[in-house]
């Protein structure tokens, strides 16, 4: 099992930068993948960023040039550094973590990002 938790959310004007941690926890060994999602209200949750344990990374088409996705191996925390959000960035941000071994989808229960414009 693998127990992740965000941190990081909260308000920004519109133009302002965030920066989300997700600490992962449990048997993080079989970690893979890491990523970010949101769901913003009413809407369907997103794939946002991912990136691989040898660092490789995507980005949705809506954040590239504004987030940056990283991880520190060593900490087991993944991050999202966003900058020039915008009010539709305004979401839930929720960690995923892909296990190795079994496949096996976890998720944090997720971080509020509010951008006022």
């Known amino acids: 099992q693998v127990q992740l938790v965000e941190s990081g959310g909260g308000l920004v004007q519109a133009g302002g930068s965030l920066r989300l941690s997700c600490a992962a926890s449990g048997s993080i060994f079989s970690i893979g993948t890491m990523g970010w999602y949101r769901q913003a209200p009413g809407k369907q949750r997103e794939l946002v960023a991912t990136?691989?344990?040898?660092?490789?990374?995507y980005y949705v088409d809506s954040v590239k040039g504004r987030f940056t996705i990283s991880r520190d191996n060593n900490k087991n925390t993944v991050y999202l550094q966003m900058n020039s959000l915008k009010p539709e960035d305004t979401a839930v941000y929720y960690c995923n973590a892909q296990s190795r071994v079994n496949g096996m989808d976890y998720w944090g229960k997720g971080t509020l990002v509010t951008v006022s414009s």
């Open positions: 990136i691989t344990r040898s660092s490789s990374t």
